[in-house]
């Protein structure tokens, strides 16, 4: 399959979804451009902060990404790429959009609040406390698993420097990025001169990490990244979240235009099989390939990411589409990427047989060699892209804990010392770094059903919300059940895999114990939530 035909037609796709689908859902949905946003309604300096659609749409996208479009269709195209594209694709269309932008949606219409709040306003408070519960393990697990990529992008290896580069650039973006959001909103210094000027010292920090990379064990970074997300969690939003994820947004940007560019010029052709089986290793297409896809086509993450950050700072309720169902729809096309940067390095479709360590590095190698053909120095091509990926990792990484934060103080509204900003992030970050400990490979499985689960009861509470307000909720039946089915059918099989593990002797308690352990809780909270959810909506269309 030639690689330009697969990414083209993809970006075509995704631009007539939006234009077609993305904006039909907006008109049934009622959005409203002289409506008052929550953050002008309830603005406060610190998470209230109105933004310009396109620093919002840095900080969102930034934010979602992560590490899941790269990660999760280079590790599921060992079913070959066929299965995979198509699921980024409709999935992404009619799954994952629909889920961030109804998410943003339904936030603004609830001043700002959390999909929590939202849950418990449309079907009630013990919804709403079980939801909150919910949301903040899988969040501690987000925390875990992107501590731990963070923290080993910062590490140099044996054979390269790569990650010392990295960790130099990160650390020189966070005063830049300081400066940057002192200067725009304190200032007033316009946004065109000031992005300019940001993107070349950005530049200019990338190229001093080339020279100078730092070479610091990564016990010492994991440290340091519990530490900064701590700091970044309790800052206001305008000093360091919006400006960092607005400029950081540029170089995701880049990073993606210029590995469609690399793919144009290089033509390369995908050596990954179209279809290699329903049952590849004992591992059956449904439902991993819908899991481990992940952030490619939906994620539960970004209703959190959605409800919690972006819907505090939306400027104008027009803006919605572009924001929640439009990033969504770019996140699509880094995951097709992905796929082509697997698909051009294994004959297989498995990550071994590329050579490389792990996703990130099958994502840089391939695409560095892409834009060798143009004249790019690999070993440049390579760093630049490695930050990239590790911007979009501590992106949502501090994102993440911030989202942490909120919810702990939702869990806990009476209590001065559990609710305080300060003692909610301490609690949040420090049982996340207990988790990182474990590996980023142990977490990692339990992570993806986890995430995929909380979009059932987003879809679920907007049903709700649409149908009190008579407006079209039936596009999010299909989503909602087929999601429900494939997490909670993921779930059982991996719990009934562990347990044999233990029966047989085998089982690491960090690995297994520690799936097992989160993955009951998370499990019979979601099957309640859902049992709630769906007798408060029977109850709606009764009375209708």
């Known amino acids: 399959m030639n690689a330009i035909v697969l990414i083209l037609a993809a970006i075509a796709i995704f631009v007539i979804a939006y234009l077609t689908y993305g904006k039909w859902l907006a008109k049934q949905w009622g959005i409203d451009p002289t409506r008052k946003t929550p953050a002008h309604e309830l603005e406060d300096g610190v998470d209230y902060v109105p933004a310009p659609a396109p620093v919002l749409l840095g900080h969102h996208f930034a934010s979602i990404a992560g590490a899941g479009p790269i990660n999760g269709p280079i590790q599921a195209a060992f079913f070959g790429w066929v299965p995979v594209f198509l699921w980024i694709v409709i999935g992404g269309i009619f799954f994952g959009a629909v889920h961030d932008f109804g998410a943003l949606f339904a936030s603004i219409r609830h001043k700002g609040l959390s999909i929590g709040a939202v849950i418990e306003e449309n079907i009630g408070k013990k919804c709403k406390t079980l939801f909150t519960i919910f949301a903040w393990l899988v969040l501690l697990l987000v925390v875990a698993a992107f501590g731990d990529i963070v923290a080993s992008s910062f590490t140099c290896t044996a054979d390269s420097t790569a990650n010392g580069s990295v960790a130099t650039a990160s650390l020189l973006f966070i005063p830049l990025a300081i400066i940057f959001g002192f200067v725009v909103y304190r200032k007033n210094a316009p946004l065109v001169i000031s992005t300019i000027a940001g993107c070349v010292c950005l530049a200019i920090a990338i190229a001093v990490g080339i020279l100078f990379p730092l070479n610091l064990p990564k016990t010492f970074w994991l440290i340091f990244v519990i530490v900064y997300i701590c700091i970044a969690s309790v800052a206001p939003v305008w000093i360091l979240l919006q400006p960092r994820d607005y400029l950081n947004s540029f170089l995701l940007y880049v990073m993606i235009g210029a590995a469609v560019l690399g793919i144009i010029v290089a033509n390369p052709t995908i050596q990954t099989p179209a279809f290699i089986g329903f ?29 919690g950050t972006t819907s505090k700072q939306l400027d104008n309720e027009k803006d919605t589409l572009l924001i929640g169902y439009g990033g969504m729809l770019i996140e699509c096309v880094l995951a097709v990427i992905s796929l082509i940067a697997i698909g051009t390095l294994s004959a297989d479709g498995s990550i071994a047989a590329t050579g490389a360590s792990a996703p990130a590095v099958v994502f840089a190698t391939a695409i560095s060699n892409f834009l060798a053909v143009i004249g790019l120095p690999s070993s440049v091509t390579f760093t630049i892209i490695s930050l990239a990926v590790s911007a979009f990792a501590l992106t949502s990484l501090d994102t993440a804990t911030r989202l942490g934060r909120f919810l702990f103080q939702e869990l806990f509204p009476q209590n001065k010392t559990l609710s305080n900003m300060y003692v909610a992030t301490a609690i949040t970050a420090g049982i996340g770094y207990i988790f990182c400990l474990a590996g980023y490979q142990n977490v990692w499985p339990l992570f993806g059903a986890c995430n995929q689960l909380v979009a059932v009861p987003a879809f679920l509470c907007l049903a709700v919300y649409l149908k009190r307000k008579g407006r079209n909720e039936k596009m999010l039946y299909i989503p909602m059940v087929f999601m429900l089915c494939a997490t909670l059918t993921s779930l059982v099989t991996s719990f009934i895999n562990n347990i044999n593990k233990f029966v047989a002797g085998t089982a ?16 019979v909270l979601a099957v309640i939530l859902v049992i709630e959810g769906a007798k408060t909506l029977t109850s709606l269309y009764k009375k209708n």
């Open 508 to 523: 690491i308690m960090m690995k297994e114990g520690l799936q097992c352990i989160v993955m009951v809780p998370i499990f």
């Open 279 to 307: 049952n590849v290793n004992g591992q059956s297409l449904f439902p991993v390939l819908f899991i481990t896809v992940a952030c490619g086509a939906i994620s539960g993450f970004h209703s959190l990411v959605g409800s």
